[in-house]
């Protein structure tokens, strides 16, 4: 499997931006489509974005649409969530994960194969 570790979540203010990024390690990373997460308290774990192997295509959730933008740099073996004009209700922790289908955009959770620990992204009113 691969190992992925999150960073960059911190607080923000709202209309803020953050970038959050995921470190790979452990196997190609080339071979994996990433995709991002998020889980506020007390709600289930939900899909944000994923991006295919080659970064050539990308989905990304209703509620994100138009601010956050999903990115990789392969030969970093780094996946990127550029997130924009930040509301309260983005506050969660954020999950990047690894798809061994390196050409799916999969929106659930059980389709992945590897998760990282998770960074908090905490946007204030």
């Known amino acids: 499997q691969v190992q992925l570790v999150e960073s960059g979540g911190r607080l923000v203010e709202a209309g803020g931006s953050l970038r959050l990024s995921c470190a790979a390690s452990?196997?190609?990373?080339?071979?994996?489509?990433m995709g991002w997460f998020r889980q506020a308290p007390g709600k289930e774990r939900e899909f944000v974005a994923a991006?295919?192997?080659?970064?050539?295509?990308?989905y990304y959730a209703d509620s994100v649409k138009g601010r956050f933008t999903i990115s990789r740099d392969n030969a970093k073996n780094t996946a990127y969530l550029q997130m924009n004009s930040l509301k309260p209700e983005d506050t969660a922790v954020y999950y990047c994960?690894?798809?061994?289908?390196?050409?799916?955009?999969?929106?659930?959770?059980?389709?992945?194969?590897?998760w990282g620990q998770g960074t908090q992204v905490t946007v204030s009113s």
């Open positions: 991006i295919n192997w080659s970064g050539g295509r990308t």
């Open positions: 452990g196997r190609t990373f080339s071979d994996y489509a």
């Open positions: 994960a690894a798809d061994r289908d390196q050409s799916g955009l999969a929106r659930h959770s059980i389709e992945y194969d590897s």
